[in-house]
């Protein structure tokens, strides 16, 4: 059941063609968007030897580049809206690229804060949020699958770079390294270039177009006319708003609930991953089983995404998508509770299989919610300020998460604390959906009462209108 805000696009999105196309662009960008960070977990525990710093503090590079990857999304909402989404992921691919150069030349780890974790950061939210926004603009029956099939390159992505990172190291350092990845990073140049806006005014010709020959029939040409004035507003409105970030979002009682539960959610979403691997050191895996648990991750994660969007695509499911969103976060805080559980490398490839599976439901349907409840048309600024809120929790996660380590010199107290952060924003979420699904019926249901009062009252009208009439001539 395709969400009624998306009707006020303006124009039909062609779902499929270039968007195709599309979505491969935006499969690279979120790809090194959300994978990257994580990524560079291999080279903490050498970075942390070099700098001579704590848990915590090398924690913090991972956190500063998310957080201002987060933090970056208000003002990438404003530019894709200005400039569209091609110009602003090839700037930010230039940004983040830079970032890990100057990187390379790091004499501290405040330097590498600089560096990876804001330039970069700021890269990131750059290639992040026009790739979510205009995938909307492309989809809607098929968006679902289209955002599963999109978000896929988060794993694929992890999968390949974890291993990666650990061969580049070996090879050449981690200064070597970072000046390779940002010649890699420069890829993001070619995915944004990939990223056409989508033809709207092409789509808008057989809804708006009146004929210009002269009809016989009056009616039906001022019909049109009518139906042609009618577009033309709804898109000199919509391009208002799209002028800057709507701030009427906050009175958007969807809305509200998944930026609440989101908040409480995001200090315990990356900090397992964070530490995936430096937990398996601490137990005393080597270096590159250690890596490869995230491969295992990232490959589980890999299918489960896109195989969630075909899920919640189903007739069955996309109408109450969010029961589904909600079981899936509830998901993953279990598989945290449960991780201390697991002994020896076996355990940690189990937890990794259960792990990628719950992490992958969430992201694929992590903004495809979003966009359920609030439109397509409004969801470049939705998702720019849910990230900027977000960052909070995003950048404080990993580093409250790494002092847990630091106090207790172990990390099962870290896993129960997020497995908590996320299975109560579940059973939020199962509620409070519940609760704005029940509102949503009941509106719809009093909309359809007042409308056929309403058309009762013009019958009425009109017969009252026609007696009277009647009543004259006989007179």
Same mark, same amino acid.
């Given at each position: 059941?395709?969400?009624?805000?998306?009707?006020?696009?303006?124009?039909?999105?062609?779902?499929?063609?270039?968007?195709?196309?599309?979505?491969?662009?935006?499969?690279?960008?979120?790809?090194?968007?959300?994978?990257?960070?994580?990524?560079?977990?291999?080279?903490?525990?050498?970075?942390?030897?070099?700098?001579?710093?704590?848990?915590?503090?090398?924690?913090?590079?991972?956190?500063?580049?998310?957080?201002?990857?987060?933090?970056?999304?208000?003002?990438?909402?404003?530019?894709?809206?200005?400039?569209?989404?091609?110009?602003?992921?090839?700037?930010?691919?230039?940004?983040?690229?830079?970032?890990?150069? &100057?990187?390379? +030349?790091?004499?501290?780890?405040?330097?590498? =804060? #600089?560096?990876?974790? $804001?330039?970069?950061? /700021? !890269?990131?939210?750059?290639?992040?949020?026009?790739?979510?926004?205009?995938?909307?603009?492309?989809?809607?029956?098929?968006?679902?699958?289209?955002?599963?099939?999109?978000?896929?390159?988060?794993?694929?992505?992890?999968?390949?770079?974890?291993?990666?990172?650990?061969?580049?190291?070996?090879?050449?350092?981690?200064?070597?390294?970072?000046?390779?990845?940002?010649?890699?990073?420069?890829?993001?140049?070619?995915?944004?270039?990939?990223?056409?806006?989508?033809?709207?005014?092409?789509?808008?010709?057989?809804?708006?177009?009146?004929?210009?020959?002269?009809?016989?029939?009056?009616?039906?040409?001022?019909?049109?006319?009518?139906?042609?004035?009618?577009?033309?507003?709804?898109?000199?409105?919509?391009?208002?708003?799209?002028?800057?970030?709507? &701030?009427?979002? +906050?009175?958007?009682?969807?809305?509200?609930? =998944? #930026?609440?539960?989101? $908040?409480?959610?995001? /200090? !315990?979403?990356?900090?397992?991953?964070?530490?995936?691997?430096?937990?398996?050191?601490?137990?005393?895996?080597?270096?590159?089983?250690?890596?490869?648990?995230?491969?295992?991750?990232?490959?589980?994660?890999?299918?489960?995404?896109?195989?969630?969007?075909?899920?919640?695509?189903?007739?069955?499911?996309?109408?109450?998508?969010?029961?589904?969103?909600?079981?899936?976060?509830?998901?993953?805080?279990?598989?945290?509770?449960?991780?201390?559980?697991?002994?020896?490398?076996?355990?940690?490839?189990?937890?990794?299989?259960?792990?990628?599976?719950?992490?992958?439901?969430?992201?694929?349907?992590?903004?495809?919610?979003?966009?359920?409840?609030?439109?397509?048309?409004?969801?470049?600024?939705?998702?720019?300020?849910?990230?900027?809120?977000?960052?909070?929790?995003?950048?404080?996660?990993?580093?409250?998460?790494?002092? #847990?380590?630091?106090?207790?010199?172990?990390?099962?107290?870290?896993?129960?604390?997020?497995?908590?952060?996320?299975?109560?924003?579940?059973?939020?979420?199962?509620?409070?959906?519940?609760?704005?699904?029940?509102?949503?019926?009941?509106?719809?249901?009093?909309?359809?009462?007042?409308?056929?009062?309403?058309?009762?009252?013009?019958?009425?009208?009109?017969?009252?209108?026609?007696?009277?009439?009647?009543?004259?001539?006989?007179?």
């Amino acid at each position: 059941m395709p969400p009624p805000a998306a009707t006020n696009l303006g124009y039909i999105p062609p779902d499929g063609g270039w968007g195709w196309v599309v979505v491969f662009a935006s499969f690279i960008s979120i790809g090194f968007s959300y994978a990257f960070p994580k990524s560079l977990t291999i080279y903490f525990k050498e970075i942390q030897e070099y700098f001579s710093v704590s848990y915590s503090e090398i924690a913090w590079v991972s956190s500063v580049m998310l957080a201002s990857m987060y933090a970056g999304g208000p003002l990438s909402s404003i530019l894709v809206n200005r400039y569209g989404s091609r110009p602003v992921v090839m700037v930010g691919g230039v940004m983040v690229s830079a970032g890990m150069v &100057l990187a390379s +030349f790091g004499t501290s780890i405040i330097h590498l =804060y #600089l560096c990876v974790g $804001v330039i970069g950061g /700021f !890269g990131l939210a750059f290639n992040l949020q026009p790739a979510l926004t205009i995938i909307g603009t492309y989809f809607h029956a098929k968006r679902p699958m289209a955002n599963g099939l999109a978000m896929a390159g988060s794993p694929v992505f992890l999968s390949t770079l974890a291993p990666l990172n650990q061969y580049l190291f070996d090879c050449y350092g981690w200064r070597g390294s970072f000046l390779i990845l940002g010649g890699i990073l420069l890829h993001c140049c070619v995915a944004g270039a990939l990223m056409r806006p989508v033809k709207k005014n092409i789509q808008l010709k057989p809804k708006s177009g009146a004929p210009e020959d002269g009809s016989p029939a009056d009616s039906n040409a001022q019909t049109e006319n009518l139906l042609q004035e009618e577009s033309k507003t709804e898109i000199r409105r919509q391009q208002c708003w799209q002028q800057c970030i709507d &701030l009427t979002l +906050f009175k958007h009682r969807g809305f509200l609930i =998944y #930026l609440v539960g989101n $908040v409480v959610m995001f /200090f !315990g979403f990356f900090a397992p991953v964070v530490f995936l691997a430096p937990y398996a050191k601490h137990l005393g895996i080597d270096e590159y089983s250690a890596a490869f648990l995230l491969s295992i991750f990232a490959l589980v994660d890999m299918f489960t995404r896109p195989s969630t969007g075909l899920i919640g695509n189903s007739k069955w499911v996309r109408p109450r998508i969010q029961y589904f969103f909600s079981f899936s976060v509830a998901f993953n805080g279990v598989c945290h509770l449960l991780c201390p559980l697991a002994t020896g490398y076996t355990g940690l490839v189990v937890y990794a299989v259960f792990f990628g599976l719950a992490f992958g439901m969430v992201c694929a349907l992590l903004f495809e919610v979003l966009m359920d409840l609030v439109g397509a048309h409004r969801f470049s600024s939705a998702v720019g300020l849910v990230t900027i809120i977000e960052c909070g929790p995003v950048l404080l996660g990993p580093p409250l998460s790494g002092f #847990l380590v630091d106090v207790f010199g172990e990390y099962k107290y870290l896993y129960y604390a997020c497995g908590v952060l996320m299975f109560v924003p579940g059973i939020y979420f199962f509620i409070m959906n519940y609760y704005n699904y029940k509102k949503l019926d009941e509106e719809r249901a009093q909309s359809l009462a007042v409308g056929m009062r309403t058309d009762e009252e013009a019958v009425h009208l009109k017969l009252s209108q026609d007696e009277k009439a009647t009543t004259e001539t006989n007179g």
